[in-house]
């Protein structure tokens, strides 16, 4: 979604910058989601409820 929110500024202003910078905002969403998940992951084997 933001990446077409980037590209939908990019398309009324001409802001590469700006576009750039909605792409890097989602991509580091992307990598905190993951982290989140691994730090789950990592909870559930200590806590020894990892579920097979």
């Known amino acids: 979604m ?4 980037a590209w939908n500024t ?3 202003t001409g802001d590469i910058y700006t576009m ?3 792409i ?3 991509r580091a969403m992307k990598i905190n989601q993951e ?5 789950e992951k990592q909870n ?3 806590n020894g409820e990892l579920i097979k």
Not at 2 to 5: A, N
Not at 35 to 39: A, S
């Open 2 to 5: 933001i990446k077409q929110i």
């Open 10 to 12: 990019f398309k009324n």
């Open 20 to 22: 750039m910078e909605l």
């Open 24 to 26: 890097e905002v989602e």
């Open 35 to 39: 982290k989140e998940l691994k730090i």
């Open 44 to 46: 559930e084997i200590v």
